[in-house]
């Protein structure tokens, strides 16, 4: 017989949204809360993701807990840096004690008379929570294209996801399957130490120069005055958010400091006229992530790499290597791949059971839906950290966190003093924040940039970004609405 648990509130997931659900839910006086981590370990992106190369690409002092202050060394911080960052505020806020790690959830479901959550684990016992909090992440679920014979390969493969440092790849004939952000960052750091670097890219992107900088001892002692360290968050945060104007409001300005910078950055550092016509994207900049790189372009361009593209990509895998589409055989030692994230039908990787036995995969069976992206009609005293239409193409995901936090602590407040037992939003507010979300998104470069991305589900809604400003966010999900709410 499993072990039992009872909690007040349980977080599943320990990444920046678990940590931040925490830390907001002790300063409200909640300290009866357990995190729940798959892993054997805790930290979520930054401490799983350390393949050569990784680095955050959104200035690191606004991609930072607000009320977490750090003295970065540059200002796009690398993975292992980030790692610190995250272990400093874990360990600060007493986050260790209140986490159960190798709890890897397998079903939540809301036991209606108890008006309570029963979160089952594989192998960390069940748990039981008035309030539930998924933080799990969208960037979580890694996937893998089931390519003909992929299982026949008998070399050495991975996702960038759960990179083996005990391989060592210096002199092998190596192949990366993907060429959107994390493979932008593997590859100038493995090319110059393998024999032979094929790149499989399904699509190119749009590539502007990082403008990254190393800080001095006096710079990082500034950034070290909060209130110094603020006014350059906010100088970053309005400088990002007027991209958003490009997305949304003018193709032309969406050119001007986007598609004209992007092709001149490409013009400069491919030589070769045949690699930069493969490396051309043929959709409007923005409609991808865009990708901050200085040195991609340069590691491309190394005459022991090979870029394949679309017209010559992967017909088949073998035990061998890759069987192109050109009928090409290329034996390698190594295949990463660099494949993304099912992160819109796949943001929540268990299954979830409401009231009446509802189960969210019927609910989201259309596509991914959620009142701020983070409550969801009749699943009560539930809420998604990073859900449905809460992602941010142009600035900082912990900015959009963080306002989530204000809607779930506002959310848990209304329960305390409305003397019930359960809170959830009603399914015509969901249905007309929805409705808003879509209708916006028609509006954005995601919708009419000519390209099929990871922001779409299957169902062709953009389900990863939100259609506007990210304060336009942050006003919403900061003014709560009583009305828009049913409590039992």
Known sequence: MQTKHCYRVVIIGSGFGGQCAAIRLQEQGINDIRILERRDFMGGTWCQNS???????????????????????????EQDELQR???????KHGLREKTSLNANVKQVQWDDAAKRWVVETDAAGTFEAQILINASGPLSTPVIPNFPGRDTFKGKSFHTN????????????????????SAAQVIPAIAGEVGELHVFQRSPHWVLPRPDRKFSSWQRKLLGIKPLYNALRWAIYWGLEARVIGFKYSKTMLHLVGGRVALKHLEKQVADPLLRKKLTPDFTIGCKRIILSSTLYPALSQKNVTVHDKQDGIA??????????????????????????????GVISYPVIGKDSVSLASVWEAFP???????IP???????????????????????????????TDSIAELDNSGKQSIEVRPEAEDEYTQMVHS????????????????????????????????????????????HHLMN
């Open 162 to 181: 759960s990179w083996d440092h005990s391989y060592d790849y210096s002199g092998k004939r190596v192949a990366i399957v993907g060429s959107g952000a």
């Open 316 to 345: 088949a895998v073998n035990e061998d290597g890759i069987l192109t589409s050109q009928g090409q055989q290329i034996d390698v030692d190594l295949i990463i791949w660099s494949t993304g994230y099912d992160a819109t039908d």
């Open 369 to 375: 839906r959620a009142y701020l992206g983070t409550a």
């Open 440 to 483: 916006e998104m028609e509006k954005t470069v995601w919708k009419w940039g000519g390209c099929t991305s990871w922001y779409q589900s299957k169902s062709g809604h953009v389900i990863a970004m939100f259609p506007g400003f990210s304060f336009t966010y942050r006003r919403l999900a900061s003014r709560f609405k009583s009305k």
């Open 378 to 408: 009749s699943f009560p005293n539930f809420f998604v950290v990073t859900g449905p239409n809460t992602g941010i193409g142009h600035t900082s995901a912990i900015f959009i966190i963080e306002s989530q936090m204000k809607y779930i």
């Open 85 to 91: 960052y995250t272990n400093r505020v874990i360990d």
């Open 51 to 77: 393949y050569p190369g990784a680095a955050v690409d959104v200035q690191s002092p606004l991609y930072s807990i607000s009320s977490e202050p750090y003295a970065w060394s540059q200002m796009f911080a």
